[in-house]
């Protein structure tokens, strides 16, 4: 599987915007993509993910998931942050075809090892 490493996290003001990326040791291109974040004493929350072919889904409109296959690269676009977003945010991949993707981490076999966003004034 491949290796992941996810950067871009921060101290970010209130409704600002940050991107995080997710380099991948290879193409992404067969690869289911997920991203989540985790605060502590919560279970793993699944923020956006995107199937191999391109379909993609979040659990509301300020999450972008996008990828660079040029640069096998994954990225998390976060608008209008909130102090509720602060986590560590991590990305994960699964080697499948199926046509839609899921938000499970429990569907994801392969890790990143999480950048922290903080938002606060």
């Known amino acids: 599987q491949p290796q992941l490493v996810e950067s871009g996290g921060g101290l970010v003001q209130p409704g600002g915007s940050l991107r995080l990326s997710c380099a991948a040791s290879?193409?992404?291109?067969?690869?289911?993509i997920g991203w989540f974040r985790q605060v502590p004493g919560k279970e793993r929350e699944g923020i956006a993910c995107r199937s191999s072919g391109g379909r993609t889904d979040s659990v509301e409109g300020r999450f972008t998931i996008s990828v660079d296959g040029a640069k096998n690269t994954a990225y998390l676009d976060i608008n209008t942050l909130k102090p509720e977003d602060t986590a560590v945010y991590y990305c994960?991949?699964?080697?499948?075809?199926?046509?839609?993707?899921?938000?499970?981490?429990?569907?994801?076999?392969?890790w990143g090892q999480g950048t922290q966003v903080t938002v606060s004034s």
């Open positions: 290879r193409s992404l291109d067969a690869y289911q």
């Open positions: 994960a991949v699964v080697q499948t075809s199926w046509a839609s993707c899921s938000r499970n981490h429990l569907a994801y076999y392969a």
